[in-house]
Structures are given as structure tokens and as C-alpha cells.
């Protein structure tokens, strides 16, 4: 009896399984798509960080080149800008107009958000050709606003010192990752394969 009880409660969670499977199927294929492309993104950046610690390029070479990106928007705005290497940690050290308002770090060179942002396009991927161009165009507009933000938040940093927890915490996260929500919602309703399967 005690037997055949376990055999039918085995059915029963199998049966219940199944049909939990079959309902939410994209949204766990979506789950286990972006999670995997994350994770791969992830190492792969994560190897290129640590192959780079030998780089003439200080910290590595995408902090380095933003850095000197937003170094030239800087003194294109009429700011004495420069940024030189931080002697005690990895990063960036910048001085506006003869003032150490900031210092970038690899954080600040938008790659983290590029595999967030592709992440999330590839789990709900569209056509290839469409996809592709997407996440092409996505991860040189979060580039160009990462760009724009340092040089922002500089300015700001240096003329409102005393707001530097808002707006390095609030306002300019804000910036970027609204953004990339945007460029989410976007995809989702114009398009992903998922739009035109609930259609």
C-alpha cells in the first residue's frame, strides 16, 4: 500500500511538472538563456581583465580608453581635464581644472552593462540579422551615454562637490540603466520572437 501511495505521488509531482514545464517554458528558456550567456560574457571578460594586468594600457585597455575619451569631451567642453594613472589602486586618477574630482575604474567602462544588455537581447532573441544589428547599435549607444556621463558627473563633481553621493549613486546610475531598460522594452515590443508568439 505503501508502495503503490509513493508511486502515485511520484505520478502526481511528475504530472504537476510537467505542466508547470509546458506553461512557463519560454520563461525558463529565457531564465536559462540569459543566465548562460551571462555567465559566458562574464569569464570571457573576466580573463581578458586579468590578461590585461600586464597592459601598457592602465588599468586595461577599455577603462584606459574611456578614460581618455572622456579626458578630450572633458577639455572639448573647455575643462583643463586630465587623467592620470591612480599610483595605489587600478584606475584612473581625474583632475579638472587642477582638481581630483573622480577616479574611473572598470566599472566606469560600460563592459558590464554591454554583457547585461546583450544578455537580455539574446534571451529574447529576434531574427539573427535583426539581433545581431541590435545589440551591435544597443552596445555603441550605452558606450557613447557611459562616455557622456563621466563627463557629466565630472563637471558636476567639480562644480557641486558637496552632491557627490546623489549623483554618483542615484542620478547617473539612473542615467545608464534606464537607458538600457528602455532599449529592453523596446526589443521586447518591436522584435523578439516572444512578441509575435502571445500575439
Excluded at 544589428?133 to 563621466?150: A, D, K, M, P
Excluded at 542620478?171 to 518591436?190: H, S, T
Aim: charged share 15%; net charge positive.
Amino acid at each position: 500500500m505503501s508502495c503503490l501511495h509513493n508511486f502515485n505521488l511520484y505520478k502526481l509531482v511528475k504530472t504537476f511538472l510537467k505542466t508547470l514545464f509546458i506553461k512557463y517554458k519560454s520563461v525558463i528558456k529565457f531564465i536559462l538563456t540569459f543566465l548562460l550567456v551571462y555567465v559566458s560574457f562574464s569569464v570571457i571578460y573576466k580573463l581578458y581583465l586579468d590578461a590585461s594586468e600586464s597592459s601598457i594600457f592602465y588599468p586595461d585597455y577599455m577603462t584606459h580608453l574611456v578614460s581618455r575619451q572622456s579626458e578630450v569631451l572633458l577639455s572639448a567642453f573647455g575643462y583643463d581635464a586630465q587623467m592620470i594613472p591612480h599610483p595605489e589602486e587600478p584606475s584612473m586618477k581625474l583632475i579638472v581644472n587642477g582638481t581630483y574630482v573622480a577616479r574611473v575604474i572598470e566599472g566606469c567602462n560600460s563592459i558590464s552593462v554591454i554583457i547585461l544588455f546583450m544578455s537580455f537581447i539574446i534571451a529574447f532573441s529576434g531574427k539573427l540579422k535583426t539581433t545581431f544589428f541590435y545589440i551591435l547599435s544597443g552596445s555603441v549607444l550605452i558606450y557613447v551615454v557611459n562616455l557622456i556621463r563621466i563627463v557629466i558627473i565630472s563637471i558636476g563633481l567639480y562644480r557641486y562637490p558637496e552632491q557627490q553621493e546623489i549623483m554618483h549613486t542615484v542620478v547617473f546610475p539612473g542615467i545608464i540603466y534606464g537607458m538600457v531598460f528602455l532599449l529592453w522594452i523596446f526589443w521586447v515590443n518591436r522584435f523578439s520572437k516572444l512578441k509575435k508568439k502571445d500575439a
